[in-house]
């Protein structure tokens, strides 16, 4: 099945000049210049929450307003997303048979908001508990859902065989039509096994847990897979060009080995079933990835959003595509260091020259995104330094 790339009317598959820039690369082919997809997703939030949006930029509402104004393009997977409320996700809903009563809910403390979840299983309560720190505008946990794996994993297995996911096509057709010809809504709404037991217990926790209890890991582990693949064949069936699994595939907490025990099934099926219906399927990178970047590549997946190059990361962006083939694409080449050390026009200018003349040979497999995110100590003028010399030298 051939996917329909661009949700635009009038019913037809475009020509390749019709195609967003984004929409190229996906098709591994060049643009015209190196595509530029910053993430301003927290950075414009806390802009927002604390009255500091520059005159230039005050009638802007939304990160994509933002990115409209700078005439950058599009390829986010948090264009849609609740800022406050999930550090990813939003096209999807949790759906739970009757096994388990689940209840949210939300208090403000201060300028603060408190977000409390109550699990009643058979087997016992599960409490997790995020606050949205106002002053940092970031999400942060306070309370893992299991904390004593050793007397809750009954109660986790029956949450995990409980849960599934639901995906709103409609809620995805709107916010893709509201990007338009910018570029591409990716769906980021899926996790990894492994990244299920980092969000449910914390890494540490999690690795603790797969060395006690092997056999019940891995059963943990199945029932998750199981309904994350669910969800990729829903998103896949409603014609969805790009998702994206919101991992932080780092090697400290998913070194070779925990990849390949844990995810590596997961990512490969994944990818068949995204490439059985003409979707790329990508995988949200953070730290150092050296040493997974030919074993993701040789699974099928995509590519990589977020690489970081040192002293962040551990390989440089044009080795990361020399490591991985001819078809896998990354995104990344600004982390948050250059908005700390890069103090003048000049000095943007020189380094986003000399990235664009390494990258432009990967043109047709490379992203000029953020490593991460933006700081939201970035000032607003080194924002416009980059967005004025990506004009002039992608």
């Known amino acids: 099945m051939e996917r329909l790339l661009l949700v635009r009317g009038g019913g037809g598959h475009e020509m ?13 082919q ?12 927290q950075w414009f939030a806390h802009q927002r929450n604390h009255g500091r949006l520059p005159a230039e930029i005050a009638a802007c509402r939304t990160q994509l307003d933002l990115i409209r104004h700078l005439g950058l393009d ?21 759906a739970w048979d009757a096994s388990v009563r689940v209840a949210d809910e939300e ?10 979840r109550t699990v009643e299983t058979r087997h016992g309560t599960l409490t997790e508990r995020r606050r949205y720190v106002h002053a940092e505008s970031t999400l942060v946990q306070e309370k893992f859902l299991v904390d004593d794996y050793a007397t809750q994993l009954d109660a986790l297995a029956e949450l995990l065989a409980a849960r599934r996911w639901r995906f709103d096509a409609g809620r995805w057709r709107t916010a893709q039509a509201e990007v338009g010809d910018a570029g591409l809504v990716v769906a980021g709404e899926l996790h990894s096994p492994l990244k299920m037991l980092h969000l449910l217990l914390n890494p540490v926790e999690t690795t603790y847990l797969l060395a006690d209890y092997p056999e019940r890991a891995d059963e943990l582990l199945r029932i ?41 099934r997961y990512y490969e099926q994944a990818s068949r079933v995204c490439h059985e219906h003409g979707a790329a399927f990508f995988i949200h990178a953070c730290g150092q990835q050296r040493d997974n970047l030919a074993h993701v590549a040789a699974l099928g997946v995509d590519g990589l959003e977020g690489v970081a190059f040192p002293p962040l990361g551990d390989v440089e962006l044009d080795e990361a595509l020399r490591l991985t083939g001819d078809r896998f694409i990354i995104t990344g080449g600004i982390s948050a260091m250059e908005f700390e050390r890069l103090t003048t026009r000049e000095a943007v200018c020189a380094y986003v ?12 497999r490379f992203m000029l995104s953020a490593s991460c ?22």
């Not at 933006?374 to 992608?394: G, H, L, M, S």
Request: a negative charge; one cysteine or more.
């Open 16 to 28: 390749n000049d019709a195609l967003s820039r984004p929409d190229q690369v996906l098709r591994r």
């Open 30 to 41: 060049s643009p015209s210049h190196l595509v530029y997809a910053p993430n301003y997703w």
């Open 74 to 94: 599009v390829f986010s997977r948090n264009v849609y997303c609740d800022q406050r409320r999930r550090w990813f996700g939003g096209l999807a809903d949790e």
């Open 107 to 116: 208090v403000a403390e201060g300028a603060d908001t408190v977000f409390t």
């Open 224 to 264: 998750h897979e199981a309904a994350q693949l669910d969800l990729v064949r829903q998103m896949a069936a409603a014609g969805v060009p790009a998702m994206m699994s919101m991992d932080n595939l780092d090697t400290m907490f998913h070194p070779p080995h925990f990849l390949e025990s844990y995810s590596a």
């Open 353 to 364: 020259r000399e990235l664009c003349g390494c990258m432009k040979p990967y043109a047709h």
């Open 373 to 394: 995110n933006t700081p939201v100590t970035a000032p607003w003028e080194r924002i416009v330094w980059f967005r004025d010399a990506w004009r002039e030298y992608a």
